[in-house]
Antibody, heavy 120, light 110 residues
Framework: QVQLQESGPGLVKPSQTLSLTCTVSGGSISSGGYYWSWIRQHPGKGLEWIGYIYYSGSTYYNPSLKSRVTISVDTSKNQFSLKLSSVTAADTAVYYC????????????WGQGTLVTVSS | QSALTQPASVSGSPGQSITISCTGTSSDVGGYNYVSWYQQHPGKAPKLMIYDVSKRPSGVSNRFSGSKSGNTASLTISGLQAEDEADYYCSSYTSSSTVVFGGGTKLTVL
């Protein structure tokens, strides 16, 4: 059973870079076959797709966030990461990592989510 | 990319059926059979309920069904149960090789 777990600071100052890591257990990222994703949810609001990465390093980003987002993968640690630069209060959200199978266009496994607050 | 359009709320009594709509464009919902639906209870992560418009993952009740007509997809829940009360989100692949979600619909079981 695949499990995903987000980790990272719960508080980030405005203008700084938000950094989160998702640790995958129960399966190996380097085996391929999946896209590893980040999705966020503003408080009381809907879901927003941020982007995803294939184990090879290919990335796809939400055009509205593309200039500030970097998603990377560390196969040696079975982790993938999100960096979001120049954050503002509008980036306060619960951030989820999720898995998408190659050839499929849905997210079948999700992490529990982690709240990141942007505040000075 | 603009979010898909869902009604803010729907309600129904136990045993009844409800339908939640999800409207997009020919560049997303209408252009691909890659619509999925997620259920989210308060404080929990979303759970996949329907994918590829009408397919159910293993373990999801057959009371949940999906369909699509043109640029609008729909999720129908039959035989409403108290445990179905949650937020529901649709999602679609887009012509830009991205993913877009709907704004979410709050289902209240009366």
């Amino acid at each position: 059973q695949v499990q995903l777990q987000e980790s990272g600071p719960g508080l980030v100052k405005p203008s700084q870079t938000l950094s989160l890591t998702c640790t995958v257990s129960g399966g190996s990222i380097s085996s391929g076959g999946y896209y590893w994703s980040w999705i966020r949810q503003h408080p009381g609001k809907g879901l927003e797709w941020i982007g995803y990465i294939y184990y090879s390093g290919s990335t796809y980003y939400n055009p509205s966030l593309k200039s500030r987002v970097t998603i990377s993968v560390d196969t040696s640690k079975n982790q993938f990461s999100l960096k979001l630069s120049s954050v503002t209060a509008a980036d306060t959200a619960v951030y989820y990592c999720a898995r998408r199978e190659d050839g499929e266009l849905h997210f079948d496994y999700w992490g529990q989510g982690t709240l990141v607050t942007v505040s000075s | 990319q603009s979010a898909l359009t869902q009604p803010a709320s729907v309600s129904g009594s136990p045993g009844q059926s409800i339908t939640i709509s999800c409207t997009g464009t020919s560049s997303d919902v209408g252009g691909y059979n890659y619509v999925s639906w997620y259920q989210q209870h308060p404080g929990k992560a979303p759970k996949l309920m329907i994918y590829d418009v009408s397919k159910r993952p293993s373990g999801v009740s057959n009371r949940f069904s999906g369909s699509k007509s043109g640029n609008t997809a729909s999720l129908t829940i039959s035989g409403l149960q108290a445990e179905d009360e949650a937020d529901y989100y649709c999602s679609s692949y887009t012509s830009s090789s991205t993913v877009v979600f709907g704004g979410g619909t709050k289902l209240t079981v009366l």
